[in-house]
């Protein structure tokens, strides 16, 4: 018994000795792989590099996203975001560029104001990054080679705008109207009269225009504000006066001034019938219905066209992301917007309910997914005009023009004074650039 009971002691003791060898060798290879994570973390942190990025407030939540992909992807990396309200943006990155404070990366909206950051220095020229790297530019389609100057490249396209129009299904079914597809303006402002009705709180509008691309008839036809002949110009305000004034199926300038533009907020109050606006819209209405603030049953179609444009003619432009030309960073700023403004940042955009300038089908198929409507198919089959082209001055053009436009909106100057008054200005804004009478 006792010899059975020592022997049964000997294995017990070889047993524990093993688990002992067995705990050590694993406490060791626990240890040595926490010293080389903390030799990564140090070197990481002695080689961290922080990028700062500034954009305006409603790019954050999917600018956020990438973000943190991207940092988990690259230990090195740390990018902080700094936003400004989208109203003020230009103004504030104007202002930015003037101090002291370390900018890496600017977002950019529009074609006109890239040129003016290029004119004005702000921007690392990226031809030869992108010449020999592995971005895919032909995923940006042919409004890539209209940004260009003297075909060099200063930014990379985040996401491409494209204006559609939007409509409330139920004031359709309660009209007994069908639901719209491709319309020519004519059309459109004929249908918009047929769904207004009513006065005061219950007062229901056809259709709803934003104040912000004026010349909207013209640029579906490839005529700009810098054309010798300015027709299709003064018919795209025509044509606005007559929905606003004359058939008051659109609510007027002067009341939107009063209520501040809120397009999404008017819409989704169930008493607009008909918006044209942008794809970002999508995402607003999204969300706006998962936050309670809305249940309204809505769809898209194509945008209206003036008679003798091609169907589904519509107009957008990119948004940019551009590298500080006083950047310390160019390289790794670079590599952060490869993977934003590609293949990788375009499925997390989708995953967010936004549409990357960048288009692959997995993509556009997360997309289609995320939002659950078959009609954003739309936004893929579109033919888009550049809204606006690659000249600087064309800023203050369009700003002269809106003022101008909305004083004849609100009946504060004819259409004959409107035109003069703009037509000087624009010699005035080019002049010694050719423009001149």
């Known amino acids: 018994m006792k010899r059975v009971m020592g022997y049964n002691s000997k ?28 030799v990564k973390k140090n070197i990481a942190e002695e080689n961290e590099i922080q990028l700062e990025i500034y954009v305006w407030d409603d790019m954050e939540s999917y600018i956020i996203e990438v973000i943190d992909r991207y940092e988990e992807d690259n230990m090195n990396i740390t990018i902080n975001l700094h936003s400004f ?17 370390q900018i890496d990366i600017i977002a950019i909206r529009g074609t006109a104001q890239l040129q003016y950051h290029r004119e004005t220095g702000d921007l690392y020229e990226l031809t030869d990054k992108i010449k020999h790297g592995e971005l895919d530019v032909t995923a940006y389609g042919t409004m890539f080679n209209t940004i260009t100057y003297d075909y060099r490249h200063y930014a990379l396209p985040v996401r491409s705008t494209c204006w559609v129009l939007y409509y409330n299904t139920e004031l359709f079914d309660k009209a007994g109207l069908d639901y719209p597809e491709q319309l020519t303006w004519t059309e459109y402002g004929e249908l918009a009269k047929k ?4 006065e005061g709180e219950e007062k229901q509008y056809g259709g709803y225009w934003v104040p912000w691309v004026y010349p909207f008839y013209a640029i579906q036809k490839g005529s700009y504000l810098y054309d010798d002949d300015l027709t299709e110009i003064e018919d795209s305000i025509k044509l606005l006066y007559q929905f606003y004034n004359i058939d008051k199926s659109h609510m007027s300038y002067a009341d939107m001034d ?13 008493t607009i019938a008909m918006m044209p606006n942008g794809e970002w819209c999508v995402r607003m209405l999204r969300e706006n219905e998962k936050e309670g603030e809305t249940d309204i049953d809505w769809e898209i179609a194509p945008m209206p ?4 444009i091609e169907n589904n003619t519509t107009w957008g432009q990119f948004e940019f992301m551009g590298i500080h030309s006083e950047s310390d ?5 670079f590599a952060f917007l490869t993977y934003l403004c590609g293949q990788e940042g375009s499925e ?33 089959d579109t033919k888009k005009v550049q809204e606006q082209p690659a000249i600087k001055e064309y800023a203050d053009l369009m700003d002269s ?24 200005e624009r010699v005035r804004i080019f002049h010694g650039l050719g423009f001149t009478e």
């Open 11 to 38: 294995i017990l003791i070889a047993v524990f000795i093993i688990l002992i060898v067995f705990a050590s060798c694993s406490i060791i290879s626990q240890l040595e792989n926490m010293e080389q994570e903390l």
């Open 85 to 101: 309200f989208k109203d003020d943006y230009n103004d504030e990155i104007e202002n930015l560029l003037l101090t002291d404070k």
């Open 348 to 380: 997390i955009l989708a995953q967010c309910g936004m549409i990357s300038a960048y288009k692959n089908e997995e993509a556009i198929q997360i997309y289609k997914d995320v939002v659950g409507k078959e009609s954003v198919s739309i936004f893929f």
């Open 401 to 424: 023009f809106k003022l101008l436009t909305n004083q004849y909106l609100s009946d504060d100057k004819t259409l004959e004074e409107t035109m003069k008054d703009f037509n000087d």
């Open 305 to 308: 066209v003036p008679e003798g």
């Open 329 to 333: 960073y160019r390289e790794e700023a």
């Open 258 to 270: 009063a209520t501040g533009f809120d397009v999404v907020g008017e819409f989704q109050k169930g």
């Open 195 to 198: 769904l207004t009705k009513g």
